[in-house]
């Protein structure tokens, strides 16, 4: 089976850092994806890793480690907008499967 | 460039009504994939249309069927409705059913809400 742990909740000041962790078990897996979620809104992509390391996009870097099935989202210099849910999702077969998600709050 | 679009926003319905959601896949693309989000949770898999055909399908009993047209838009059809029915459903589309695996990347639609009463 398929199975995603990360926090439920983070809470940050504007302009810190947050890192927001994902921990995985799943079959035949491709890749981990990472999606942001307003309130009433689509999921949008933000950053996938296939293999090791590190990609940065912006404010926004992602690592994985596949020998831990562990990865993670790092967000930089936080604004008020980046107040949504993120979501870690684990390419298997043709589906994404996701977690449960991250409600991250950002304060002034 | 036409993002994803789906119908209707929002629907209320009875325990054991039939529903019916629609979507329009973004220009150029394929393949459409159905989630399942219930409040507070993360989407889950449905199934996937590739080609007018059913290409996977997640833990969901056969009253969730889909279809797939030429033009690559697609219907989400759940018969019998449950009050457990009552969820978030979004629409997803792709360039063909490795776009996934190779980019991680699916594009979203903000999703048909459904109440069940």
């Known amino acids: 089976g398929q199975s995603l742990e990360q926090p439920s909740e983070v809470t940050a000041v504007e302009g810190a850092i947050v890192q927001i962790n994902c921990t995985y078990q799943?079959?035949?897996?491709?890749?981990l994806s990472w999606y942001q979620q307003h309130d009433g809104g689509a999921p949008t992509f933000l950053s996938y890793n296939a293999l090791d390391g590190l990609e940065e996009t912006g404010r926004f870097s992602s690592f994985l480690s596949r020998s831990d099935s562990y990865g993670y989202l790092l967000l930089q210099e936080l604004q008020m907008k980046d107040s949504a849910s993120y979501f870690c999702?684990?390419?298997?077969?043709?589906?994404?499967?996701f977690g449960k998600g991250t409600s991250l709050l950002v304060t002034p | 460039e036409t993002g994803v679009t789906q119908s209707p926003t929002h629907l209320i319905k009875t325990r054991g009504q039939q529903v019916t959601l629609r979507c329009s896949s973004q220009s150029g693309h394929n393949t459409v994939s159905w989630y399942q989000q219930a409040l507070g949770q993360g989407p889950q898999f449905i199934f996937q249309y590739y080609r007018e055909e059913e290409n996977g399908r997640g833990n969901f009993p056969p009253r969730f069927s889909g279809l797939q047209f030429p033009n690559y838009s697609s219907e989400l059809n759940v018969n019998a409705l449950e009050l457990d029915d009552s969820a978030l459903y979004l629409c997803?589309?792709?360039?063909?059913?490795?776009?996934?695996?190779?980019?991680?990347?699916?594009?979203f639609g903000e999703g048909s809400r459904l109440t069940v009463l």
């Open positions: 999702a684990v390419i298997s077969g043709y589906a994404l499967n």
């Open positions: 997803a589309s792709s360039l063909g059913v490795g776009q996934g695996r190779d980019t991680g990347e699916l594009f």
């Open positions: 799943t079959s035949g897996f491709y890749g």
